[in-house]
């Protein structure tokens, strides 16, 4: 059993920027940031696979948000920049330790193996 725990998140004005954190307590293929706003289906929007090599973005955040890894602390960075009102929501990181999963495969919540309790980001207009 594989833990995540999210950090970084909190309020900001449009145009800032926030970095998220996600500390897992053991090896997954690949890790994935989700966000998710009441009433919305949850939303994958970066993922990456292990090794740092590797990632993809959602178009609604791509240009605008950086996802990376620090291998040494096994955690996951979600850089978000140019930060939009529409960003707003609780951003949840997910691993999956299967092999070989596409990165649209990998954006879905169902192909998730363990998931964070979630982080609030803010972003106000």
């Known amino acids: 059993q594989v833990q995540l725990v999210e950090s970084g998140g909190g309020s900001v004005q449009a145009g800032g920027s926030l970095r998220l954190s996600c500390a897992a307590s053991?090896?997954?293929?690949?890790t994935t940031w989700f966000r998710q706003t009441p009433g919305k289906e949850r939303e994958g929007v970066a993922v990456?696979?292990?090794?740092?090599?590797?990632?993809y973005y959602a178009d609604s955040v791509k240009g605008r948000f950086t996802i990376s890894r620090d291998i040494a602390r096994n955690t996951v960075y979600l850089l978000m920049n140019s930060l939009e009102p529409e960003d707003t929501g609780m951003y949840y990181c997910a691993a999956a330790n299967k092999r070989s999963l596409s990165p649209l495969r990998l954006l879905t919540p169902a192909i998730q193996d363990y998931w964070g309790k979630g982080t609030q980001v803010n972003v106000s207009s």
């Open positions: 990456i696979y292990s090794g740092g090599v590797g990632t």
């Open positions: 053991g090896y997954t293929y690949s």
